[in-house]
């Protein structure tokens, strides 16, 4: 039960039994049992027989339209926000399932969605979880997590100007962890901000070795949405390129949907607040789920990505193509650069051209590669633009 302890603190003390007891008859109404179980903290359990995964989902979710009306306790109205987890693990003991079960009804919360579904396959993970804090800090010391950097084309240019810090991770006994599910992970842990500004020193590090060559070089890092809106954000920013003697407007901030924004007002003012100090701001992935007009709208931004499955189906769709072009058009007239990502082959390069996009990046060009590989081709490319010239 979201803000179930605000609520609390609004009523006089003799109402709280009221109010435990209001949610749950509206529980035991709708999924029959006879028996809801609570904690102070506004979590309730029930168990109930198995049913088939989409059965007790669709049911969760009709559940929840009960409680679309407020509670009228005393002379207090709330409204209630109510978020279910459901833990299906037959075999395993009570305890453990109650707590996967109140586990996913927290992520639900957190996420914004109505149910949340523990799988068997996180109780396996969960002991790797629960101890990523330590793995993390192991991986930074050992360097089995590391940047690799993506190359930015240049379409007016005609070169290399960027490139895309990203972070991955080779495992000694799991191998390489996917980036999607680490950055999740980390995000579960708590872990993303130590990530996050770790990244941002190493991509500063590459950033200086680069742009000591000559020519403006553009490095661009990746911002989880459940940092930006934190309140030290800004100032933890400040002092690191204060610090490492960095122009910002040499890095660009791209702002990710791994979670969506929280506090959309306090994230407009740490984006803004950015902005002035000098850093460039990206909306990353825009057309899908919230990277989108809503983002345009309401965050300060320099510039837009353009996302990875709209390019591939840039030569075989004509709705992707239209909505590509529109997408280039709308952000020149806003006055943002567009970088199409993930290019695998010249006739989309060179499309891409044709539509006007400003930047492009893909495996066509390069995939990522550790700083060493990629500085020393940045070099070479170099070398044979200034023969040519």
């Known amino acids: ?163 895309e810090a990203l972070i991955r991770w080779n495992h000694p006994t799991r191998g390489f962890i996917a980036p999607d599910a680490f950055i999740l992970q980390a995000e579960r842990a708590g872990r993303i901000d130590a990530l996050t500004y770790w990244v941002l020193e190493e991509a500063i590090t590459a950033a200086q070795a680069v742009n000591a060559l000559g020519q403006r070089f553009q490095m661009s890092i990746n911002l989880s949405g459940q940092m930006v809106d934190k309140p030290d954000l800004v100032e933890n920013f400040r002092e690191i390129v204060t610090r490492r003697g960095i122009d910002p407007g040499l890095l660009t901030i791209e702002i990710t949907e791994t979670s969506g924004l929280n506090n959309r007002a306090d994230a407009v003012r740490n984006l803004s607040r950015l902005r002035d100090l000098g850093f460039r701001l990206s909306i990353d992935d825009f057309g899908t789920g919230e990277a989108s007009l809503a983002y345009l709208a309401d965050l300060p931004s320099d510039e837009l990505k353009i996302d990875r499955r709209s390019v591939s189906r840039l030569l075989t769709s004509d709705r992707d193509r239209a909505i590509i072009t529109s997408t280039i058009g709308l952000a020149h007239a806003l006055g943002q650069a567009v970088v199409a990502e993930g290019i695998e082959d010249e006739a989309t390069f060179q499309l891409l051209a044709a539509l006007g996009c400003d930047h492009a990046q893909g495996y066509y060009l390069s995939k990522p590669q550790p700083f060493d590989v990629m500085f020393r081709d940045y070099q070479a490319r170099l070398g044979r633009h200034s023969k040519a010239v």
Request: hydrophobic share 40%.
């Open 1 to 163: 039960m979201g803000r179930y302890e605000e609520i609390l603190a609004t009523l006089p003390q003799e109402l709280h039994s009221e109010c435990a007891s209001q949610i749950a008859r509206r529980l035991s109404v709708g999924s029959g049992a006879c028996q809801i179980y609570h904690s102070d903290g506004g979590h309730f359990a029930w168990a109930e027989e198995a049913r088939p995964l989409d059965v007790q989902i669709s049911h969760l979710e009709g559940l929840r339209a009960l409680f679309s009306a407020p509670l009228h306790i005393g002379h207090h109205t709330f409204d209630t926000n109510i978020h279910f987890g459901l833990d299906r693990n037959e075999g395993v003991d009570t305890l453990t399932r109650v707590n996967s079960a109140l586990a996913s009804a927290n992520e639900a919360l957190g996420h914004g969605r109505a149910v949340e579904v523990f799988e068997a396959e996180r109780l396996a993970d969960a002991p790797w979880e629960l101890s990523l804090h330590a793995r993390i800090d192991e991986g930074l010391r050992n360097g089995d997590i590391w940047l690799a950097f993506q190359p930015q084309w240049d379409y007016r240019t005609g070169r290399i100007s960027g490139a």
